[in-house]
């Protein structure tokens, strides 16, 4: 079962977009069983994402301009710090059966092409 904002706690909004953010820097991470170690370590390292990251206000505020009435924030992407995204990759890298360097997904061995050309496989 994927992990859910109820997982993590805090605002919803706040939760799905780390989450968002998580899965682009570690996509196996709503692959983990139930239960497992690896889950819970994953909640652990978004939990901490979730605590560090500023609330809307002043703390959030990166930059501030007086005379173009413009303010720029802190985006989520900037709470994962390479602690959790170090973190995170390890986690997949841990949880793969692969060796090291082996791709990631499994690639189909029907050849659609071949049935275009009928003397048979290309070599």
């Known amino acids: 079962m994927p992990i859910t904002p109820t997982d993590l706690g805090g605002d919803e909004n706040t939760a799905r977009r780390v989450l ?17 170690e690896e889950k819970k370590d994953a909640i652990a390292v ?7 990251l500023p609330a ?3 703390r959030r505020t990166r930059a ?3 005379n ?5 924030l802190a985006d989520i992407k ?3 710090d390479e602690d959790a995204r170090s973190s995170l990759r390890a986690l997949c890298a841990a949880s793969r059966d692969a060796a090291p360097g082996a791709p990631l997904g499994s690639f189909p061995t029907d050849r659609p092409f071949a049935r275009v050309w009928p003397e048979g496989d290309y070599s």
Do not use: N, Y
């Not at 968002?20 to 497992?36: L, M």
């Not at 978004?46 to 560090?52: I, N, P, T, Y």
């Open 46 to 52: 978004l939990k901490g994402v979730l605590d560090e």
């Open 64 to 66: 501030m301009s007086r």
């Open 78 to 80: 900037s709470a994962f």
């Open 56 to 58: 809307a206000g002043s």
């Open 20 to 36: 968002v953010q998580a899965r682009d820097i570690a996509p196996c991470i709503d692959s983990f069983p139930e239960d497992s």
């Open 68 to 72: 173009g009435s413009s303010i720029t």
